[in-house]
């Protein structure tokens, strides 16, 4: 039975949809339908296709009561709009559907694993947000929220856990075809966790233990968690939130954490031996994975950050989408990342220059565009003495700009976006440390009308960055300090 709420929600979002251009949305990644977007809800696969909900305020296109929005693709690239799936209608999620995530059930369903939130007076006169996690069950369009609800109360927390801050499930099948689930949580005084629960049914759930604790490391409370195996360690990643920088990591505030250690199943413990930054860039937060048919380990996140995203005015139709889908892989105790390789067949109109030695400014016939898949090798041209800076700008004309720079004597990446169209003091520079032979540096940049993802040195480092260029600037320059010997392969992506 769909409730007057979501009916309202689909007919709205269906009427106001035909008021957005295609021009006016970004080529390959997913942008809310319309209204607010923001973190990946139930990446899965159901029926053949891959489905992506997301947090979604469909009346504003800034943050408000949220709903799931809903769309499927069969390449990860092409996305088609699927009716709101949830609404808040119900007295224990009437304040929100917050984020969670799908599997599918034995007998054919797609089961939805959410958070309900409703406000509640506390005994000491103060309001609070009370969250719950609760299951909603359907055909891949229509999804009804089950009797049960809700399945995870504050009765399943372990001692101290905070029932303010208990959310966003991320659930998985068993190889013996039980549940296992991970929720965010946070102590009584503050200090994120990741709790783990069983079920039998993906109904049922029963405490198992805390999988990892924050010891106040990163941040505060612990958003959005995602646990799985990859290349033979156990990967456990975590949106933290007020994190403290330490050197070149989690300079974001509100930003994404991975941990990547060893399993012990038996045990249902986790041994953490690594920890790293998911992504360097401004725009980057709460991602979810998915296992593709083919093995692949596929993650996506929400491409906005928590400090700038309410500045955009209020006429705006939407706000926020999502990044490239990308390809995960544990190399030497570290996650890298690549754009997943359906986007290849996007390519055309390949243009290549080989060996081009050059200091100060370049421009090369045919390397330009807003839909761009551009990779570069660059290196000095004497091994003797190398260059002091390089930097490749992009979305650019006489006005505009927006810049990747490398300064091999301190092995730094900055990306720069403060003369890209912005209006309001945003957070405009990033930084990162790479690894450098020598000088030598892989980059590729993914460009996407309005917003740009560099992976560096084959997936090593990432940066992601919106931007708010108007479309018309479609320059791409090159720049050194020094002399220096670079490699350029530029593809049109045609979305």
């Not at 997943?340 to 400014?361: A, C, H, K, M, P």
């Not at 460009?447 to 997936?459: P, R, T, Y």
Request: aromatic content about 12%.
């Amino acid at each position: 039975m769909i409730s007057q709420s979501l009916r309202d929600a689909r007919k709205y979002e269906e009427t106001m949809e035909q008021k957005i251009g295609k021009e006016e949305r970004p080529g390959f990644h997913l942008a809310a339908r319309v209204g607010w977007m923001n973190d990946p809800n139930g990446f899965s696969r159901y029926d053949g296709e891959y489905h992506l909900f997301y947090q979604y305020h469909p009346y504003d296109s800034h943050w408000g009561p949220m709903h799931w929005g809903h769309a499927v693709s069969k390449d990860l690239l092409h996305w088609e709009y699927r009716p709101a799936a949830l609404a808040p209608d119900t007295e224990y999620d009437r304040d929100g559907c917050f984020s969670g995530s799908a599997v599918t059930l034995p007998d054919g369903r797609q089961l939805l694993m959410y958070t309900g939130v409703s406000r509640q007076m506390q005994p000491d006169g103060s309001v609070r947000d009370v969250q719950v996690q609760c299951a909603a069950a359907g055909d891949g369009t229509d999804y009804e929220k089950c009797a049960q609800n809700p399945v995870l109360t504050e009765k399943d927390l372990p001692e101290g856990g905070s029932r303010f801050d208990f959310r966003d499930p991320k659930l998985w099948q068993k190889p013996d075809g039980t549940y296992g689930c991970v929720v965010g949580n946070c102590t009584a005084d503050g200090d994120g966790r990741v709790l783990l629960y069983h079920s039998p049914d993906g109904m049922h759930w029963n405490f198992k233990g805390v999988l990892a604790a924050n010891n106040r490391r990163f941040g505060r409370m612990w958003e959005c968690p995602d646990f799985f195996l990859l290349d033979g360690k156990a990967v456990l990643l975590v949106s933290p939130q007020d994190m403290l920088p330490q050197g070149f990591e989690y300079h974001n505030g509100n930003g994404t954490l991975c941990l990547i250690g060893s399993y012990d199943e038996a045990a249902e413990t986790f041994a953490e031996e690594h920890h790293q930054a998911v992504d360097y860039g401004i725009d980057f937060y709460a991602p979810q994975t998915v296992l593709a048919p083919d093995g692949r380990r596929i993650m996506i996140g929400w491409m906005q950050n928590w400090d700038t995203c309410n500045l955009h005015t209020p006429d705006q139709p939407w706000f926020g989408q999502m990044s490239l889908p990308r390809e995960l892989s544990v190399k030497d105790g570290r996650l890298y990342q690549k754009p997943v390789r359906e986007l290849e067949r996007l390519r055309t109109g390949q243009v290549r220059y080989e060996n081009v030695t050059f200091s100060d400014l370049l421009r090369l016939d045919g390397v330009n565009g807003r839909r761009v898949d551009m990779e570069l090798f660059i290196r000095p041209a004497d091994a003797e003495h190398s260059y002091r800076k390089f930097a490749v700008r992009f979305a650019q004309n006489d006005s505009y700009q927006t810049s990747v720079s490398f300064r091999p004597y301190e092995s730094i990446v900055k990306v720069d976006r403060k003369f890209s169209g912005s209006r309001r003091a945003l957070i405009h520079q990033r930084r990162c440390l790479v690894n450098s032979a020598g000088g030598a540096l892989k980059l590729r940049i993914i460009l996407d009308q309005f917003s740009a993802e560099i992976f560096v040195n084959d997936g090593e480092h990432v940066l992601t960055v919106t931007m708010y260029t108007e479309s018309a600037a479609e320059g791409i320059s090159f720049y050194a300090d020094g002399d220096v010997t670079m490699d350029v392969v530029k593809y049109e992506l045609n979305a």
